[in-house]
């Protein structure tokens, strides 16, 4: 076995469990934020730098499973699987509520993962014949129906949203939930990625005649890459959900598609650890941007269009750069390419 493939992802785990212990309580829920899209990054990497499909509407992914986690969640509470809150004064013992009980916690986010997952296979079924802008168009069409949908819909809540009954539990402990949840995948994917079914993607993407010849699935390899990107993306809902105790329409928008897809772009398609390199470079970029904005001595006008602007743009000089930084003219990965052979000599050569 590689070193590197153990190495990488066991000091990943340890760089999130200190920053987990150490950051600053304004901090954590930027870092649960990055963890929540990390799952569904991870799956989308493999989505698209493994099995070649192109998706623009994981989104709406996220919504299904955010929303089943909350479904499920507030309807345990109602069932009355609750615990009475840890009472710190006798003065507020009469008056506090009880919370959900820590187990129904695990149920709803498997209650996420399993309503993704339907919802990929079927996006995933009539996506399986389509390719290049086809494909994206199917996928984006299916990102912006959810919005509205949520929006004017109002079982989902509507546009107000609604509140969660989550189990207690400080920021921090939030935070360990989601940084369990992005090392599940994580190993889940590495794992599923050096087996058999990562093999039959690759030979898919590469070349799907081949791939057929030699008894691979086709279609049905296409679906399953659809599917476990699809589970990735629903526990990422329902971990973000779980992070906030709300539900909203506008967390799962179009603007949360793209930002998935181009944290893919600038981490690398297909590379889990650049899965992690992108999803803290589409997560960062917003606050660090926001807190070089606060530093200048602008007027409020020009304060409020560099930050709505300057993200954009550090975005998209990252679409342009990142490439070109991972595949540099006259580099390669295995060293330089072998020259071409020369061709036979025909009948007896002739010295001059």
């Known amino acids: 076995m590689n070193v590197g493939t153990v190495t990488r992802p066991a000091l990943l785990l340890l760089l999130g469990v200190g920053l987990c212990l150490f950051l600053p309580d304004h901090r954590l829920f930027a870092y649960g934020q990055l963890l929540a899209y990390l799952a569904a990054v991870a799956g989308l990497t493999v989505l698209i730098g493994v099995s070649g499909q192109v998706s623009f509407g994981h989104a709406g992914l996220l919504a299904t499973g955010g929303y089943a986690m909350a479904f499920t969640q507030n309807w345990l509470y109602g069932l009355g699987f609750t615990v009475a809150p840890p009472v710190r004064s006798s003065r507020f013992a009469a008056s506090a509520e009880p919370v959900a009980a820590p187990w129904t916690l695990p149920v709803s986010l498997l209650a996420g993962v399993v309503a993704a997952l339907v ?6 079924w009539a996506a399986a014949g389509l390719r290049g802008p086809y494909l994206a168009g199917l996928t984006l069409a299916f990102g912006l129906v959810v919005l509205p949908v949520s929006t004017l819909v109002g079982a989902l809540g509507g546009e107000p949203g609604f509140f969660v009954h989550v189990p207690a539990a400080q920021p921090r402990t939030r935070v360990w939930v989601a940084l369990a949840g992005a090392a599940l995948v994580l190993a889940l994917l590495a794992r599923l990625l050096r087996g058999r079914m990562g093999r039959r993607m690759r030979a898919v993407r590469d070349d799907e005649v081949a791939a057929a010849v030699t008894g691979i699935p086709v279609a049905r390899t296409r679906v399953l890459a659809f599917v476990v990107s699809a589970g990735t993306a629903g526990l990422a809902g329902g971990l973000y959900v779980f992070l906030t105790g709300t539900v909203l329409p506008g967390y799962f928008g179009l603007t949360l598609s793209l930002y998935l897809v181009l944290a893919v772009v600038v981490g690398g398609a297909g590379s889990l650890a650049g899965a992690a390199g992108g999803t803290l470079f589409v997560v960062a ?7 070089a904005v606060s530093a200048l001595d602008v ?3 020009v304060a409020a269009r560099l930050a709505g602007n300057l ?4 975005f998209g000089l990252a679409l342009v750069v990142a490439p070109g ?4 003219p006259g580099a390669y990965e295995n060293g330089p390419p072998p020259a071409p052979a020369s061709p036979p000599t025909q009948g007896r050569s ?3």
């Open 350 to 352: 002739r010295t001059p």
């Open 119 to 124: 919802v990929g296979a079927l996006v995933g």
């Open 311 to 314: 993200p954009l743009l550090l």
């Open 299 to 301: 007027g409020p006008a």
């Open 325 to 328: 930084l991972r595949r540099r």
């Open 285 to 291: 970029v917003p606050l660090l941007s926001s807190a």
